[in-house]
């Protein structure tokens, strides 16, 4: 069941979504050679807690059967595509680091995630960070009430394919709102045109993984930590938007600007959109 939301409950999306962005501000600014993935998760406790906010990500336990994920981030480095679990690993240079972030306010959810570089990064991993940066922009583009679910998939897709990277299936985007995994699942493939209609009050996370080799993924013996069945790059870049009355917003911005507001040549060029850090 897709759930709309009203103005004032976007309202509380949009607290959500700046504790979100404050998060990301802080672990861009932390994450270096030598610092350990469970420091930029500490960070992240800190900023949550003294924005009001609960995180979305710890104790989360999609099944029963699963363990309760343990982390207020996920911090996957290099061939991990997503859910990579905080840990003592030491940022090196030429890594990158895709940082998803989830926090709630007043039960109402946010969700982010950017990948950006540590240190100096080698040709062919800028190219996929800036790729699927590029990527999630054209599916955000591609919202607007009366358009097709199938018109975010294509639009995503079809920067995918031009620049040859496999294109993750398993995972995807969502609904969001009280809670962080909501209907419809919004795939990263698609035909423009088909799927149901979006409409006003709806709010989605649209979510490209992007891999440098192939889309196929494994996961660890731990249950989360998702990475590339070949070993090659992947890079994950997230936004929350919400479908209102006076246009799109992307919520997990400062500000929650509306989407019309935002140039695109904005995108490349200021850090707070995810640009990688060199």
Known sequence: MITLKSDREFEKMEVAGACVAA???????????????????????????????????????PSPLQTPYPGHL???????????????????????????????????????????????LSPEAAALVATTEESMWAGIRAV?????????????????????????????????????HEEPQVPNLGTAGKGIKLRVGMALCIEPMFNAGSWETRVDPDGWTVRTVDGSLSAHFEHTVAITRSGVRVMTLPGAPDLADIPATDYNSRPVYGTQST
């Open 144 to 180: 607007q009430a009366g358009a097709r679910l199938g018109d975010i998939g294509a639009a995503v897709q079809a920067v995918g394919d031009t620049r040859g990277y496999g294109i993750v299936r398993e995972y995807v985007g969502h609904g969001i709102g009280r809670q962080m």
């Open 23 to 61: 998060v990301h501000r802080a672990v861009r600014e932390a994450a270096k050679p030598g610092v350990t993935l469970k420091e930029l998760d500490d960070i992240a406790a800190e900023v949550t807690r003294t924005r009001d906010c609960t995180p979305s990500f710890l104790h989360y336990q």
């Open 74 to 120: 996920c911090l996957s480095v290099n061939d991990v595509i997503v859910h990579g679990i905080p840990s003592g690993y030491k940022l090196r240079s030429g890594d990158i680091l895709s940082v998803d972030a989830g926090a709630i306010y007043e039960g109402f959810h946010g969700d982010a995630a950017f990948t950006m570089g540590i240190g100096d």
